[in-house]
DNA sequence: TGAACTTTGTTTCTATCTTCACAAATAACT
DNA sequence: AGTTATTTGTGAAGATAGAAACAAAGTTCA
């Protein structure tokens, strides 16, 4: 039941890298110990279901006492690979890929984005937030070359196949798809699709729809 | 089975928006038919999960034929109330923000940003992408004036949960909540949460902890 | 030490979602 | 007109996820 190598729950998989963060921020506010109820408040998930996510894993806790922090975090540490960086390349320097390079994933992180690739002239050459901007058309070299296995695609929707199948050309393993476009690719390849106006769109549809209902998830 | 008023499953009302797209392509693109296989070979869905779908909505194919592109989009444009227009309001106009307000939410959609908030006084008083922006001191008052249903906050997460109870005053009604933090409300308000280090994250679990395993669905 | 309290881990139940598989209906073809 | 090919809509089964509830094991405190 507590196997190394069994595959727990998508929907847990999902959830460990809040709880991580969550954990991240209690230690550092020098907490030593936390019950399921805690982390039920401050993740908004039901205590039931933490418990049951961290069973997964094995005996984490301790009854009557809850959870201790260091202990946790160190064993999420090691599960989630945090000692490991996973290099990410950003596809396309708009807006959103611009709030990317800004955004500081490497801070609570293990990833980090090494690299962006753009057509426009005025960006290519350029360093944003710490990170050199490239031609579109060296990214099937410069890939390879950096040994990047994440892609964060912040193109338009029109190039959006085509330069999937150049990742995919160039080794990519998961793509964090930010357009409108249903990518083909063979199904080695993972994929999330964060679709900002189906989101937008179904929030809406949701509220007009579930009044007064409880509170959903994200993506 | 077939009642106006009967609840949908929320897994089917998520992918609503992604079919009424798909749709609209078609329409222009002048398609007048379309099958269960060929939708699902677009939005990446089995066919028997889009006909469940729409079968909560009655029989809205013919079978041997499959289903009309006009009626099917009609029929989800009154469904989606898609005549129906949506305001919004940015709050935060960040990099992410900036984002969104040069993102054309309207051209597929009943969905306008209709006004933006930051506390820089370097944008205050700006229009970015059509859209004014004003102090964030007078959202309380704006957001009523202007009777905004729907909030997304791009805004540093320090300041998520005092801004997300003004909000609450001012009666809005649903939240696009791109911060980390997990938003305390009265379970009247709906809020839809995108955390973007998380997505990244849980893609590079399932990368390492789930080799060659089929594709995963949004948030 | 012992009684009262806390909190986990898990068993069980329930809800939700997905997919299979096929009869029924229609379309297409000869 | 009749035969073959399509494709829907759905009953039934399977898979996944969420939550209640409680025994067991520990903690806390007098």
Redesign the interface.
Known sequence: MTNETM??P?AT??R???Y??FLLNLHSSGKQRVSSAELSE???VDSATIRRDFSYFGALGKKGYGYNVNYLLTFFRKT??QDEL?K?ALIGV???G???L??N?SK????KIEIAFDVDAGKVGTVMGDVPVYHMDELDKKVVEEGI??A?LTVPSAVAQPITDRLVQANI??I?NFT?A?LNVP??I??????????????????????????????
Do not use: M
């Not at 609570?108 to 990833?111: I, P, R, S």
């Not at 993972?190 to 993506?219: G, M, N, W």
């Open positions: 595959k727990i998508q998989a999902k460990l890298p809040l991580y963060r401050a993740v908004k989630l690979d996973t990410v708009g807006n959103l611009t709030a990317f800004n955004y994933f609570n992180n293990n990833t296995q994440v964060i393993k998961g964090l409108p249903r199904n080695s993972r994929i999330h699709h964060i679709d900002l106006s189906v989101e937008l769109q179904s929030l809406i549809y949701f509220l007009k729809h579930y009044p007064t209902d409880t509170e959903t998830e994200e993506a």
